[in-house]
């Protein structure tokens, strides 16, 4: 139910607020909540500095030949005289064309917030580093460092023949023990060793990029839905990849046992599950992570708003309780950050184990599992003791005279 909650106010604040940006100051000056939540091609240290990001771009130009322009900045494409800039003014696109509109632009610093435009052809693809994908690459680079940090301790027995030896390696190993036998083993059943790697990675990756979003200056790449989307890509191959034979039956011919005039209504429900369980992992880890910044800048555009509308003396004491508010929230989405990662892991470990599992003949019914008073017989239920017990031959009991 919070997922949900958190997914729905995520769409409709940013339904409200993607055309409405908040007046900060009078004048031209706004704050534009969303637009601080989003994507861009650039590093924001504000008031400092902001550092533009290289552009990289696959077009296409009038003759129908594939060409690469590389910038080393957005401002840099721009004076190059090969491009045109394309921003918003009161709701609507205007195409900046000239030398002195182009500069006057990006004086202002409105050209980070436009699109480029081709003078002649087209952008086939963009490749360009965003603000996004440098904090997901530093997310992968923490993990991939970590871990193999760890897998050069473990390689000296240090956590294999011997118990972990310091802070790091014992945080690390309570989390990788937590993920193996608390989600892959429970899930995913004996072949859990295949899909854990996978499973780590995933949990960790996402961990960190969450907890990304919290340093200072910093991004959550997991409030991109592109990013989540390919883990949810990911998960979803890797599923089909290593279905079983009765997945696919199940899939494509429906459920055992059904009339066969129901099979033509099941069958496409059961691939159109299929697919939306994977849309729903990418969806709800995107939606919980943006509607954190949202608050947050929410929270805090509150101060400018009082500052317009009763001046700066009230703005300064309704500053205690948003300040306050924003302190909270970043306490809870520390929280957020493990149980989005947790929960996405478990989603993933569960959709891989649907697809993984085999079902067999010879297995015992559940009926045949209970002893008559209502629990397992024993075999079943224990550590296999009573199961050796029931075989051993018994000595019978002397009958008193």
């Known amino acids: 139910m919070r997922t949900h909650v958190s997914a729905l106010f995520a769409v409709v604040l940013a339904f409200f607020l993607l055309p409405l940006p908040t007046q900060a100051a009078e004048g031209d000056e706004t704050l534009d909540i969303v637009g601080h939540a989003a994507d861009g091609y650039y590093l924001a240290f504000e008031p400092f500095a902001k550092v533009e990001l290289p552009r990289i771009l696959l077009e296409e130009n009038a003759q129908g030949n594939l060409t690469v322009g590389v910038y080393g900045t957005t401002a840099g ?5 090969n491009y045109n800039l394309i921003v918003e003014e009161d709701g609507t696109p205007k195409t900046l064309t000239t030398p002195s509109e182009i500069d006057g632009a990006i004086e202002s610093g409105k050209h980070l917030y436009g699109s480029l435009a081709p003078k002649q052809g087209s ?20 993990t991939a460092l970590i871990f193999i940090r760890l897998a050069q301790r473990y390689k000296r027995g240090i956590g294999r023949e011997e118990a972990p030896r ?8 309570a989390m990788i023990v937590f993920v193996r036998d608390e989600v892959a083993k429970p899930t995913i059943g004996a072949k859990y060793e295949r899909f854990l790697p996978y499973l780590l990675t995933a949990f960790f990756f996402i961990l960190f990029a969450n907890l990304f979003g919290l340093v200072p200056y910093g991004a959550a790449a997991t409030s991109n839905l592109a990013i989540t989307g390919m883990l949810a890509l990911f998960t979803f191959v890797i599923g089909q990849v290593y279905g079983s ?18 099979r033509p209504i099941l069958v496409p429900v059961e691939i159109l599950g299929l697919f939306t369980r994977h849309l729903a992992l990418a969806i709800r880890l995107f939606a919980n992570m943006l509607a954190g910044a949202l608050v947050i800048f929410s929270l805090l555009g509150l101060i400018f708003i009082v500052n317009v509308v009763f001046g700066a003396s009230v703005a300064y004491g309704a500053s205690i309780p948003s300040v306050a508010l924003t302190v909270f929230i970043l306490l809870v989405k520390l929280l957020v950050a493990f149980i989005q990662a947790y929960v996405f892991t478990m989603l993933s470990a569960l959709f891989i184990g649907m697809a ?46």
């Open 77 to 81: 494409a721009l004076r190059s005289g």
């Open 123 to 142: 952008i086939v693809l963009d490749f360009s580093l965003t603000r996004h994908l440098v904090y997901g690459l530093l997310a992968m680079l923490v």
């Open 166 to 173: 310091g802070v790091f390696q014992n945080l690390f190993e």
């Open 245 to 262: 034979k009765e997945h696919f039956k199940h899939l494509l011919l429906g459920p055992e046992g059904v009339p066969w005039w129901v």
């Open 356 to 401: 993984v599992e085999e079902h067999h003949e010879d297995e015992p019914a559940p009926e045949d599992l209970d002893d008559g008073r209502g629990e397992l017989t024993p075999e079943f239920g224990g550590d296999g003791t009573a199961l050796e017990q029931r075989t051993r031959p018994q000595t019978p009991e002397p009958v008193a005279s």
